[in-house]
């Protein structure tokens, strides 16, 4: 173990840290803000975050994860006394509530392609007591010449190199080709973004001049000349007198404090616009692929960016595919993680297992949810204090007993049973059954 740590110090020293170069000044980093995470533009991060539609759904996301409570089964029941409850849904560290660590890791699994957990454990018991959210671009996973995974990490405070333990980071994926490293959506969007960014500022810019598009100064006179200026220095300079004419008009005209002024063109000078209107643009047509585009990328409804055709009944049932298909395999990421590495290798051979409670993303549709808890009871499933539990409600005395209905019998058992009931006269023997 010791020739496997030293191996990954000298792998960080080399130069994998995703921070700094040996040197100490910076190096290749595959970041939202460099050429290579964005092979298709220039659009970073932040940029990115100014399209309405990529900060919803990346808000959205996050918050839908840090919302979530997360609990400990011990095989088909709920156990509230595992010290892990109070890290998970108390306190993580001592900066942050549970939702806001959550929302951090996700917002970096997002952006980053990766969402990280530094571990901080008990030396004594190995138990973890602490969860320090670590920036995606701090953190450079890679493996060692045995295949074991190691963590290259500029320390959040210090900026010094640390190479941890798989064992004590939780690494949480985007889309990934090799299961070491996520690709984030925003680089895989990249194209979609940048079209997004541009428009936008074309439009902020279109605004900017008053909503007077760019045009041609021309007459027949000849403007080849040059004019004499004073420099500040006292010295002079021949100018093009089309960049005077040019540089005049700007003046005059562009920006919003000079919109809509009057032009007066003297010595045959003409104007004619040449850039296409807003409408002819289709702007309004354009934004709203983009908004559409982003949202397939994230998995997220139209609805719930306020975009597209709202109706109560296709909303709910977006919200309900927006739980199953876009949370759910983010969630089971979550917590399979969360159970293979927060969890003792002896309470996982006991069945235990951390799971994070989705429920609390349908509270809202109260005639599904309740639809689902009657027939999850009916059959079995779920006992009252289940139900409750799920609910965030205190049990009940009692409520730990399942029933099922008579109704249903094994197939296996059917026809014995039914010869029984016709025996005794069509009666329901309860016993027998």
């Given at each position: ?16 840290s995703?921070?700094?170069?040996p ?8 970041t939202?803000a ?5 092979p298709?533009g220039?659009t ?10 990529v900060n919803?759904?990346?808000v ?46 996700e ?11 530094w571990?901080i454990?008990?030396p ?6 602490e ?7 701090l953190?450079h ?6 295949g ?6 500029s ?25 070491i490293?996520g690709?984030s ?18 439009e902020?810019?279109y605004?900017a001049?008053g ?13 080849s000349g ?6 500040a ?30 032009a ?6 003409k ?6 209107s ?5 702007f ?10 982003i949202?397939?990328?994230y998995?997220?409804?139209l609805?719930?960016?306020y ?14 595919d927006?739980?199953?298909?876009t949370?759910h ?7 399979q993680e969360?159970?293979?590495k ?10 235990l297992?951390?799971r994070a409670?989705?429920?609390v ?14 027939a999850?009871?009916?059959i079995?499933?779920f ?42 006269g ?5 016993g027998?059954?």
């Amino acid at each position: 173990m010791a020739n496997r740590f030293e191996r990954g110090v000298l792998a960080l020293s080399a130069g994998l840290s995703p921070r700094a170069s040996p040197t100490g000044s910076a190096g290749p980093t595959l970041t939202l803000a460099s050429s290579e995470g964005w092979p298709a533009g220039g659009t970073s991060e932040a940029g990115a975050m100014k399209l309405s539609a990529v900060n919803r759904c990346q808000v959205l996301i996050s918050e839908s994860l840090g919302k979530m409570p997360v609990y400990c089964i011990d095989k088909d029941r709920r156990r509230v006394d595992h010290d892990l409850l109070r890290l998970l849904n108390i306190r993580p560290n001592e900066a942050m509530t549970p939702s806001v660590e959550r929302q951090m890791v996700e917002g970096n699994r997002l952006s980053g392609g990766n969402g990280y957990e530094w571990i901080i454990r008990d030396p004594r018991t190995g138990r973890p007591v602490e969860l320090i959210p670590l920036p995606w671009e701090l953190v450079h996973p890679f493996r060692d010449r045995n295949g074991v995974i190691w963590y290259g990490v500029s320390h959040p405070t210090t900026g010094e190199p640390m190479v941890l333990n798989n064992q004590d980071v939780l690494h949480y994926k985007a889309y990934t080709h090799d299961g070491i490293q996520g690709i984030s959506v925003l680089r895989r969007a990249s194209e979609v973004v940048n079209a997004g960014r541009a428009a936008q500022q074309y439009e902020a810019s279109y605004y900017a001049n008053g909503g007077h598009p760019d045009g041609v100064l021309y007459t027949d006179t000849d403007l080849s000349g040059t004019v004499k200026r004073t420099k500040a220095d006292g010295s002079t300079v021949d100018v093009p007198l089309r960049d005077i004419i040019r540089a005049e008009w700007e003046r005059v005209h562009a920006g919003p404090n000079n919109a809509h002024r009057v032009a007066i063109l003297d010595h045959g000078l003409k104007y004619a616009g040449t850039t296409i209107s807003n409408v002819d643009a289709q702007f309004v047509e354009s934004k709203a692929v983009t908004v559409e585009d982003i949202a397939r990328f994230y998995g997220v409804p139209l609805s719930k960016l306020y975009a597209g055709k709202q109706a109560y009944n296709s909303n709910e049932q977006n919200a309900i595919d927006y739980v199953v298909s876009t949370l759910h395999p983010i969630v089971t990421q979550y917590d399979q993680e969360r159970t293979y590495k927060l969890l003792l290798d002896s309470e996982i051979a006991q069945g235990l297992r951390l799971r994070a409670n989705m429920m609390v993303e349908l509270k809202g549709d109260f005639q599904s949810r309740s639809a689902w808890y009657k027939a999850m009871r009916e059959i079995g499933a779920f006992s009252v204090n289940d139900i409750l539990a799920l609910e965030d409600l205190p049990a009940v005395e009692g409520g730990d007993e399942r029933y099922a209905s008579l109704n249903y019998v094994p197939l296996s058992r059917w026809w014995e049973i039914s010869v029984n009931r016709n025996s005794n006269g069509g009666k329901n023997n309860a016993g027998t059954a």
